[in-house]
């Protein structure tokens, strides 16, 4: 099984990385085994190999941490989907944005889609009063309304994490690290501050498992660390992380190998269809769910100009697969059409 494994994925993921700058770490669980899977450089001009150790910039792929706080919360009786954003952040008063729930935001279910979520990109960031004004004078589509129609946005997930961090008093990667990571034992994932250079601010010693960023068109793109934001203010970069500590994350969603019951429960929790916006596809909490005919799938893609991610299971075949790249428009589609089926067909 272990080699069928491996010919699957190499198959799909080597002529990804076969003569393009950048590189791919890439995780399998299959009946409770990982393998792991190492294609490309992590850093061109020196040569440096991608390893399962290392740090790669996950991008939306954090999504799915910030759900399962939520999702936690709500087992321990600390806040509640139904609560308005605006319990927690009072600075919102518009008459639209003072009807989205927390559960809306979660499900990306809430209707809002400000200018940072699709382009033209803006060529500004926005600090938090500009955010809040965006978002006061936020008025919908015509027929839009909280809760009636999936919109997918980037926005929806910063207002979360300011909720999150008003309702417990406590920066965001401080609340992902004490109640996600450090019980699952992931040691090496962070939401580290930005520099004045856009950089994550890190330990040396973690900035040099950092791999350098490059475009679709392998042109380097930022220093190694280059964290991206529209937001102008602390906790609005990305999460790093290593195929390592996610291959942790993935089986406890799958497995529910975690001491705790209720953080068990709450990676469960996410994964429920909350939303089922077509025949194919429905929204869970972050992640996405897929329906391809015998085989139901949860999966949560992510990408920058400089990073693409990708992290997908059939749950009811105990089967999981991550891929982590240092190249920019690495389409998820490879995992969830062409990996992740034939893992499944084995």
Request: proline share 7%; net charge negative.
């Amino acid at each position: 099984m272990d080699a069928h494994v491996r010919e699957i994925v190499i198959e799909n993921l080597a002529p990804v990385t076969a003569g393009h700058a950048g590189g791919i770490a890439a995780a399998t669980y299959v009946a409770g085994r990982i393998q792991f899977f190492n294609f490309g450089f992590a850093d061109e001009a020196g040569k440096r190999p991608v390893t399962p150790d290392t740090l790669f910039n996950v991008a939306s792929v954090r999504k799915l941490f910030e759900a399962a706080l939520v999702a936690l919360g709500v087992l321990r009786g600390e806040l509640r989907l139904e609560d308005p954003v605006s319990k927690y952040v009072p600075e919102l008063h518009g008459d639209y944005i003072g009807r989205v729930t927390i559960g809306q935001l979660a499900t990306h279910t809430s209707g809002l889609l400000l200018p940072t979520d699709h382009p033209p990109w803006p060529n500004a960031s926005y600090s938090l009063a500009e955010f809040f004004d965006m978002l006061n004078a936020w008025t919908p589509h015509a027929g839009d309304e909280p809760g009636k129609q999936r919109i997918y946005t980037h926005a929806g997930y910063v207002l979360l994490q300011l909720a999150l961090e008003r309702r417990y008093g406590v920066p965001i990667g401080q609340l992902v690290e004490s109640r996600i990571l450090a019980p699952l034992g992931m040691h090496y994932t962070l939401i580290p501050e930005r520099g004045r250079d856009n950089r994550a601010i890190m330990p040396p010693e973690l900035l040099r498992k950092t791999v350098q960023g490059y475009s679709d068109q392998g042109m380097p793109i930022g220093p190694p660390g280059n964290q991206q934001s529209y937001f102008d203010f602390p906790g609005t970069g990305q999460m790093f992380s290593t195929a390592r500590d996610l291959a942790t994350f993935m089986a406890a969603c799958i497995d529910g190998n975690v001491a705790d019951p209720q953080l068990r429960e709450a990676l469960r929790m996410t994964q429920r269809e909350a939303f089922h916006f077509d025949q194919q596809f429905g929204q869970a909490m972050a992640w996405e769910n897929i329906n391809l005919g015998e085989d139901a799938m949860v999966d949560k893609p992510g990408g920058l100009n400089n990073a693409s991610a990708y992290l997908g299971m059939v749950p009811a075949k105990r089967i999981g697969l991550l891929f982590l790249a240092n190249r920019g428009e690495i389409s998820h589609e490879i995992g969830r059409y062409h990996i992740l089926p034939a893992l499944a067909r084995q």
